[in-house]
């Protein structure tokens, strides 16, 4: 976010007032508008492969919004009213998919470019899903347990008629986890009848295992994003055993990412979340302070580390920088105080387009989002396979084919991107784009 004073600079933030001409109001804008973002790259990518004009159209706007007022009883008795959205980016090449976010962050907006991100990730994989996202404009942390429960289940009720296991179907995202999970299933399975309760397990992915849920599913964004460090580490011959890394976002990307690397030798020096930032020189225990926010609900007061600002902490020199966290959050200043060799997106919009020019400049890699964070769907899609067919699969078989699935992706993208000479996110976006082309032009446009 920045301030600014001059009414000539342009508003990208929806819902933002634009100030009157010659006024000096001061107003507050959000710097990068994370759909327009999504939305450039599109047309960058779209450029790079020469995407028909009409396919461009078509997935330049989601194919459906969704917007619910839902009411939720307190546990004081008062009742608040919560807004919800879903959308559906596109169902080309198969159910819409995508997370469901808690935060009070959330806008229309967002999610639009989240959802139209989903898309791109499921192409890039080679998954037959499409893409669509969701959440709740609130803050998780201030409400209790029961609260939690019932906002979930009203926001699944009031989406009910728009969700189901061939045709959108949610996972976890940031705020949200494999209990959320569980209460949606649960909530959607009631809904439909009792001869068909057991046959919609696949509404949502991401479920806890006694639930239908698979092996390998907590940590596969995680566990996702180290298989691309790892393909890069080959690439530039880099040794990650005795290396060092950041972590912005200490929840379930940032922490399966420190916990998984750790064992790879990566030791994780400065980590942070919304409660704050600390440092430690010699290693945090990463299994240690995964364990101590399950139990506290942040990194707040976990005694192996020193408090650092958000400012220090981008300063900190690594070798790895992997924000977790939110989108926007290396511009122009982080990038430029960045001392590392590479950024590892596990977040989705991490780094804005002014932060993204600054670290090309600097020489500084970039693995995308688009690609990093693909461990998530990949591995929800295994477990919609294994809720139809009534299977569960061991842990090794998940990531087994979780590793061949990123390492291939890893490898197009390079060589795409070495062919054509673009950036990494610029050749996953025209990886995706190119595939969904292919069935638009063998499908064409009904009638
Ligand atoms: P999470 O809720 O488990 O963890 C989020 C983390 O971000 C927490 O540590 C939280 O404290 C921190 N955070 C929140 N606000 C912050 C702020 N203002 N400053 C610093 N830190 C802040 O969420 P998650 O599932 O780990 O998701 C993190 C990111 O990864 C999101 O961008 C999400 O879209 C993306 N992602 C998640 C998955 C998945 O499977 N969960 C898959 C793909 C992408």
């Not at 609260?147 to 996972?171: K, V």
């Amino acid at each position: 976010m920045k301030t600014i004073d001059s009414p000539s600079e342009t508003v990208q933030a929806s819902g933002s007032i634009p100030a009157a001409p010659g006024s000096s109001r001061t107003i507050i804008v959000k710097e990068f508008d994370f759909f327009k973002v999504v939305q450039d790259y599109l047309d960058r990518a779209a450029r790079t492969i020469n995407l028909q004009d009409y396919v461009r159209t078509i997935l330049s706007e989601p194919k459906n919004e969704i917007i619910v007022n839902f009411p939720v009883k307190m546990d004081g008795g008062e009742v608040r009213l919560f807004k919800g959205y879903r959308v559906q980016h596109n169902n080309l090449l198969g159910p819409f998919k995508g997370g469901i976010r808690f935060h009070p962050s959330v806008t229309l907006d967002d999610v639009k470019a989240l959802a139209a991100m989903m898309t791109w990730k499921s192409a890039l994989m080679r998954i037959p899903f499409g893409g669509g996202k969701g959440g709740v404009k609130f803050d998780p942390h201030t409400v209790s347990r029961d609260e939690l429960q019932r906002i979930t289940r009203r926001f699944t009720h009031a989406l009910s008629e728009n969700i189901g296991p061939e045709y959108d179907i949610p996972a976890p995202d940031l705020g949200t986890n494999s209990q959320t999970m569980a209460w949606m299933m649960d909530t959607y399975s009631n809904m439909v009848g009792s001869a068909r309760k057991q046959s919609v397990k696949g509404v949502v992915t991401g479920k806890p295992v006694a639930s239908g849920g698979t092996l390998g599913r907590a940590k596969a964004t995680g566990q996702g994003a180290v298989f691309c460090a790892i393909e890069w580490a080959k690439e530039k011959s880099f040794e990650l055993e005795g290396s060092t890394m950041a972590v912005q976002g200490f929840g379930n990307v940032g922490s399966h990412v420190a916990v998984i690397l750790s064992r790879l030798g990566v030791s994780t020096v400065a980590v942070g979340d919304h409660s704050g930032y600390m440092v430690n020189p010699e290693g945090l225990n990463a299994h240690k302070l995964q364990d101590w926010v399950v139990d506290h609900g942040s990194i707040a007061g976990y005694p192996g580390g020193k408090a650092v600002t958000r400012e220090d902490f981008f300063k900190q020199k690594v070798d790895i920088f992997a924000p977790c966290a939110l989108e926007n959050q290396i511009g122009e200043s982080e990038a430029r105080s960045l001392d590392c060799k590479v950024v590892l997106e596990g977040a989705n919009g991490p780094t804005n387009p002014a932060g993204e020019k600054i670290l090309l400049e600097r020489g500084i890699d970039i693995l995308p989002d688009v690609l990093v964070n693909s461990g998530g769907v990949t591995v929800s899609y295994y477990e919609w396979v294994q809720n139809k067919r009534s299977e569960s699969w061991t842990e090794e078989e998940v990531d087994t084919k979780l590793e061949k699935a990123m390492t291939r992706a890893y490898r197009e993208i390079s060589d795409f991107s070495r062919q054509n000479k673009v950036d990494r996110r610029i050749a996953g976006y025209a990886l995706a784009l190119s595939r969904i082309e292919a069935v638009y032009k063998e499908r064409e446009i009904f009638p």
